[in-house]
């Protein structure tokens, strides 16, 4: 069975920084695709960023490039998201995502295991 776990959420002033985690665990496959979403109130969930297996392919979100940097630690199966700068507009739910294969990185469609979110509060 597949879990993930977010955590690093907070509140911050506008400007401030957080580090989000996902602590993956139970993967039938090694090493998968990697993504990270985002769901404020009343919208839909946006793709913030991806990472791929090894850790060298990313893809970032228009938004947030130059402010966030995705990484992974495979060896200990953790995923990052290093958020800096942020903005109240970044306020939202946060949730790690997992596929197999790589394609369709910033689709919530394509990802089949999900954790359960960790929320980000900015305010002004």
């Known amino acids: 069975l597949v879990q993930l776990v977010e955590s690093g959420g907070g509140s911050v002033q506008d400007g401030g920084s957080l580090r989000l985690s996902c602590a993956a665990s139970?993967?039938?496959?090694?090493?998968?695709?990697m993504g990270w979403f985002r769901q404020a109130p009343g919208k839909e969930r946006e793709a913030v960023a991806a990472i791929g297996p090894s850790g060298v392919d990313t893809y970032y979100a228009d938004s947030v490039k130059g402010r966030f940097t995705i990484s992974r630690d495979n060896d200990k199966k953790i995923f990052h998201l290093q958020m800096n700068n942020l903005k109240p507009e970044d306020t939202a739910m946060y949730y790690c995502?997992?596929?197999?294969?790589?394609?369709?990185?910033?689709?919530?469609?394509?990802?089949?295991?999900w954790g359960r979110g960790t929320q980000v509060t900015v305010s002004s």
């Open positions: 139970g993967f039938p496959y090694s090493n998968p695709w």
């Open positions: 995502a997992t596929k197999e294969t790589g394609g369709r990185l910033l689709d919530s469609l394509a990802y089949d295991a």
